[in-house]
């Protein structure tokens, strides 16, 4: 059985609606670091970016510049609560050039238990990015038995 980069229970994933400090220039950053393509973008008559809509590798993401007291960037909240997951074609390629062009590399690309190769990036914007390649089809019953020997093999019994 030979996997897929995306699997398909990911192609249709809810779309993720970010906030930044400066989204026109993040846009940039974005089309850098993860190859992303813009599609879409309106612009206030102030210059803010009040909602654009990108792509990486077939992935779509909504982002606009923060306002207002119920939507805020990671910047001004001094924290994010959610990481962004990214299906990609290579992990390890798109993490050099996510750093190249000046990601915070957090996990260098590793092969995990689930089947995927991860890494996980921060952006000068403050968001934790989760970039995967999906490796091997597992059964739950097989994850569930690679996560028990994980925690297992980490107990200094």
Do not use: C
Not at 39 to 49: I, S
Not at 82 to 100: C, E, I, N, P, R
Not at 103 to 118: I, K, M, S
């Amino acid at each position: 059985m030979t996997a897929t980069a995306i699997p398909e229970p990911y192609r249709n994933a809810v779309v993720s609606h970010i906030m930044l400090d400066g989204a026109a220039d993040a846009i940039d950053f974005y089309v850098r670091a993860f190859g992303a393509k813009e599609l879409f973008r309106l612009d206030g008559p102030d210059g803010r970016v009040v909602h654009a809509e990108i792509r990486i590798q077939g992935s779509t993401l909504m982002l606009g510049d923060a306002e207002g007291p119920h939507l805020t960037s990671p910047t001004a909240a001094g924290a994010t609560t959610a990481a962004l997951h990214v299906f990609v074609d290579d992990v390890d390629a798109l993490a050099h050039q996510a750093t190249a062009a000046g990601a915070e590399l957090l996990q260098p690309p590793t092969d995990q238990f689930h089947g995927d190769r991860t890494a996980m990036l921060k952006d000068p914007y403050g968001h934790i990015w989760i970039f995967l390649t999906h490796l091997e089809d597992l059964p739950p019953e097989e994850i569930t038995r690679r996560t028990q020997a994980l925690f297992t093999s980490s107990d200094p019994a």
